[in-house]
């Protein structure tokens, strides 16, 4: 069936270094994909999507680039800081019921 | 977007009861779903609230555990009935607008606490 493997965590990083969370995915037809962000305390987030291949979805000095030929959709920052501490969960859509199928999560802590 | 709300924010439940979430969009909404996150765990989907019929459950979830309603197309409920140890979780409500296939907005979440 499809799913979604993501990075596990915890990724521990400091202050202005670079990020990435990679994700790949298993689906059957041509899903739409996502990244989901989930603050300390707080509920989840639409970070950025994309919706076919090689679009780039980014928000927040994030991005991500839909990879169909290595089923990938990893997560990218140039220069994180400690407000971007949090778990981050990649994500595909599939199919007329707009289910969602979430990977594991992977928690990011920023180190000032 | 939409901006969603759920009631109660967090409950400390003993066994045996029952608590009844409450989830509430601003705008009218395609599609309502309802998640399960158990601690340090991603999210699972236990249903799909579809407007004015019962529910699309998942496999592993059942109505008499969770019923669920959705009386209009901006208000939803969930309940957590008969409630063990087991069912501590965060439980999150979530909506498709309209116009934006695919595209999941989540509530805050209720943590639920069974002792």
């Known amino acids: 069936g499809d799913s979604v493997t993501q990075m596990e965590g915890p990724v521990t990083l400091s202050e202005e270094a670079f990020l990435t969370i990679n994700c790949t995915y298993t689906?059957?037809?041509?899903?739409?994909l996502f990244w989901y962000v989930q603050y300390p305390g707080e509920g989840l987030q639409l970070l950025l999507k994309a919706t076919k291949a090689d679009d780039k979805g980014s928000n927040k000095g994030f991005e991500a680039t839909y990879r169909k030929e290595t089923t990938s959709f990893h997560l990218e920052k140039g220069s994180v800081q400690v407000s971007d501490s949090a778990v981050y969960f990649c994500?595909?859509?599939?199919?007329?019921?707009?289910?969602?199928?979430f990977g594991s999560g992977t928690r990011l802590s920023i180190r000032p | 977007s939409a901006v969603i709300s759920q009631k109660p924010s967090r409950d400390i439940c003993q066994r045996g009861t029952s608590l009844t979430i409450q989830c509430q969009v601003d705008?009218?909404?395609?599609?309502m779903f309802w998640y399960r996150q158990q601690p340090g765990q991603s999210l699972t989907l236990i249903a799909t609230?579809?407007?004015?019929?019962?529910?699309?459950?998942e496999s592993g979830f059942v109505i008499d555990k969770f019923p669920i309603s959705r009386p209009n197309l901006t208000f939803s409920t969930l309940t957590v009935s008969n409630m063990s140890p087991e069912d501590s979780s965060i439980y999150l409500c979530s909506v498709v607008p309209q116009g934006i296939p695919y595209e999941q907005y989540f509530g805050p979440g209720t943590r639920l606490t069974v002792t």
């Open positions: 705008s009218q909404v395609t599609m």
């Open positions: 689906a059957t037809g041509y899903p739409s």
């Open positions: 994500a595909l859509g599939m199919g007329s019921a707009s289910k969602i199928i």
């Open positions: 609230a579809n407007q004015g019929s019962e529910a699309t459950y």
